[in-house]
């Protein structure tokens, strides 16, 4: 019973000594794992955008457009460019329809290519899976006929009194420029205007209109300089109404007529 007692006392010494050795070797590993764990979710906020691709945020304007609802639901573009595109949805009288921008008009949501290291993969984050109800707003500048700041708008580009919707492709044209795809409304249908001047895709932007060409309403005519961009012109191509043709848009078996616009004058600038 004596060496029992002995034995006994030395086997709980032992245990005592390794159970205050674990928990300091559990905590020391779990310390380095926190660590990791942290420094992983800063690499994710901070680099890896490929993380944004399956999320996207919505945008309610508050007002009527032109009589239409707009919701956009945008998402996160990785790519050289890492801008945020947007799908927007026009409902009007029960019928809607959906048109893609490749970058988001509205610069309270997208900042378009210049400023997109820092600025967009912020906004996204901050707004990603929610809703927003939103005011929409345009600037209009005297030395500029399209609207600034804005996703979409309507206007008369065509000279027939009748405003076509323009979908804004923010700062996704040479030198930061605006591109924009022009869609006619027939019978609440869009139906892109896919020639020149308003769609001239050679350099496959994915949009057709820039705002480099000046237009003219008193003469209801459309001067395109080239090429765009570039400091010096080497010419400019002047559009006008058509006397002879018309363009002819079809929907529902009825025909619908709108002013065609053809080359009226190339103007080549001396070297």
Same mark, same amino acid.
């Not at 899976?129 to 939103?134: F, H, L, M």
């Not at 600037?139 to 006929?145: A, F, I, N, P, W």
């Given at each position: 019973m004596k060496k029992i007692i002995p034995i006994f006392i030395i086997l709980i010494i032992v245990m005592t000594f390794y159970a205050s050795q674990r928990p300091m070797s559990e905590?020391?590993?779990?310390t380095e794992q926190e660590v990791v764990a942290d420094e992983n979710v800063s690499i994710d906020e901070e680099h890896d955008l490929d993380s944004l691709w399956n999320d996207s945020f919505n945008v309610v304007y508050k007002q009527p457009v032109n009589g239409y609802m707009v919701k956009a639901v945008a998402k996160f573009l990785v790519s050289d460019f890492d801008v945020i595109?947007?799908?927007?949805?026009?409902?009007? *009288?029960?019928?809607?329809?959906?048109?893609h921008t490749s970058c988001f008009g509205d610069t309270m949501f997208c900042k378009g290519r210049m400023d997109f290291k820092d600025e967009n993969p912020k906004l996204f984050r901050?707004?990603?899976?929610?809703?927003?109800?939103?005011?929409y707003h345009m600037?209009?500048?005297? *030395?500029?006929?399209m609207p600034m700041y804005a996703p979409f708008f309507f206007m008369d580009l065509d000279f027939d009194g009748k405003e076509e919707l323009v979908i804004v492709h923010k700062s996704m044209a040479v030198r930061y420029h605006d591109g924009y795809d022009v869609y006619r409304i027939v019978e609440g249908r869009p139906v892109l205007i896919d020639y020149p001047p308003y769609n001239d895709n050679k350099d496959g932007w994915g949009f057709g209109m820039t705002d480099y060409p000046e237009f003219d309403f008193k003469k209801k005519t459309i001067s395109c300089p080239y090429p765009e961009g570039e400091l &010096?012109? *080497?010419?400019r191509t002047i559009y006008g109404v058509s006397k002879k043709h018309k *363009?002819?848009?079809?929907?529902?078996? &009825?025909?619908?007529?709108?002013?065609?616009?053809e080359v009226i004058k190339e103007i080549k600038f001396d070297e």
């Open positions: 905590v020391q590993d779990t595109s947007a799908d927007l949805t026009f409902a009007k *009288d029960g019928h809607s329809f959906e048109l901050k707004y990603r899976n929610k809703t927003i109800e939103a005011d600037y209009k500048d005297e *030395d500029r006929l &010096k012109w *080497d010419g *363009d002819t848009v079809g929907v529902n078996g &009825k025909k619908h007529l709108f002013n065609h616009m």
